[in-house]
């Protein structure tokens, strides 16, 4: 069955440091995004990406930066890791380009801690 | 840009009775608006959506109702059961655009 995963699930990092969360998706959509999820705030948009090599800004995306290289995947980098970026990361992916929007299939969450 | 605000953050509602969830949005230009339910430890999923041209639509238990001249909408649950329980967003987006605004979620409980 086509799916979207992501990875690592947890993760604990410093103040600084550089990470990479990985998104990887079987269902070859175009479209993939990044959201976070804070307590109050719900699910706020980082980067969104609507084909290999396109990479556009969210309404959050300071501190953060993505990559398409491919169809499949959408990485999320912290540059420099901030404890204002401890958060649940979501990637999501869609294939619909018609009027309106498509279903966004949801990945199970990295639950990312900036120490 | 677009602003989604819902209501409540928290509800608890006895099993069997119904449940409201009520999303204002700013943005007259937007024309669909999905919910997505997240259970825990796991991704939003979709469970209803209506587009602008639509004032109400069913699925079973669940129900979103769409005022386009208030700019809000709403979900009703009826006959809740405890899988209900879950956190809940709203969402809206303009023609043509592939990224939701989401709301801030309501944390549904269904007590038995």
């Known amino acids: 069955d086509a799916e979207i995963t992501q990875s690592p699930r947890h993760k604990i990092t410093e103040t600084g440091r550089q990470v990479t969360l990985a998104c990887h998706q079987t269902w070859n959509h175009n479209n993939m995004f990044w959201y976070r999820q804070d307590l109050g705030h719900g699910l706020r948009l980082i980067h969104y990406?609507?084909?290999?090599?396109d990479t556009n800004k969210g309404e959050v995306s300071d501190g953060y930066s993505v990559s398409r290289s491919n169809t499949e995947d959408l990485p999320l980098t912290l540059e420099s890791a901030a404890s204002s970026q401890t958060s649940v990361y979501f990637c999501?992916?869609?294939?619909?380009?018609?009027w309106g929007t498509g279903e966004l299939f949801f990945g199970e969450g990295s639950r990312l801690t900036v120490l | 840009g677009e602003n989604v605000e819902q209501h409540p953050s928290t509800l608890s509602v006895q099993e069997g009775d119904s449940a409201v969830i009520k999303c204002t949005y700013s943005?007259?230009?937007?024309?669909?608006f999905p919910w997505y339910k997240q259970e825990l430890g796991k991704g939003p999923q979709l469970i209803i959506d209506?587009?602008?041209?639509?004032g109400e639509k069913k699925d079973q238990r669940i129900a979103v109702t769409l005022n386009k001249t208030a700019k809000h909408f709403s979900l009703h649950i009826t006959e809740t059961q405890p899988e209900d329980s879950a956190v809940y967003f709203c969402a809206a987006s303009k023609r043509g655009a592939q990224k939701l605004v989401f709301g801030q979620g309501t944390r549904l409980t269904i007590n038995p």
């Open positions: 999501a992916s869609s294939g619909d380009r018609a």
């Open positions: 990406s609507y084909g290999v090599q």
């Open positions: 943005d007259s230009a937007s024309n669909y």
């Open positions: 209506i587009r602008s041209n639509v």
